[in-house]
């Protein structure tokens, strides 16, 4: 977890949505947000793009395996005048809606599904999920766009783009 990062982070989240309409929150065990209602969220790593990390955080953290099917926005801002903290959010469709919650023990306390209404009403709950959700942001994604080559001069192993159709 307390991997150098350098000075520019990239972090990614995922608003995962159930047939019920209810969102897939987490409870962190660590961190500014240890102990808040969240999404599930991590670290990009080497070798993968944000929507790549976002699956395998949400995988990681409750067991659940996730599509992503847009991009919901982009939460930038700078920690003590240092430190580029940016995170790319992601709407992600539950692949088996069986699939059972199977929290990672040594990040999370807890994880669950919550309605729009228990989020916003919640007061131990993060400022961005409160604000995603009483502004039903998710109707407002940029959707995925696969199989282009930008050219082979830049060597991409992976490329996909988010944009409004």
């Known amino acids: 977890m307390n991997k150098d ?6 972090g ?3 608003v995962v949505v159930n047939r019920e309409g209810k969102w897939l929150v987490v409870n962190k065990t660590y961190g500014g ?8 969220a991590g670290f990009v790593n080497v070798g993968e793009t944000a929507d790549e990390a976002v699956v395998r955080e949400i995988k990681e953290e409750t067991g659940i395996d996730v599509e992503v099917t847009g991009l919901i926005g982009l939460r ?6 240092e430190i580029s903290d940016n995170m790319a959010i992601f709407c992600c469709k539950q ?23 228990e989020i916003v ?19 407002h994604q940029l959707s995925k766009v696969e199989g282009i080559n930008p050219g082979d001069v830049f060597e991409y ?4 783009l988010f944009f409004h159709r």
């Open 33 to 40: 947000l240890k102990g808040v209602w969240s999404l599930p």
């Open 95 to 117: 692949q088996d809606e069986h699939q059972p919650i199977i929290i990672q023990e040594e990040e999370l306390f807890d994880a669950k599904w919550i309605t729009l209404e």
């Open 121 to 139: 009403n919640e007061m131990n709950v993060s400022v961005m999920l409160k604000e995603m959700a009483s502004q039903e942001l998710i109707s």
């Open 12 to 14: 990614v989240a995922g």
């Open 76 to 81: 930038t801002g700078v920690i003590r005048n």
């Open 157 to 160: 192993s992976s490329y996909k």
């Open 5 to 10: 990062r350098g000075k520019v982070w990239l």
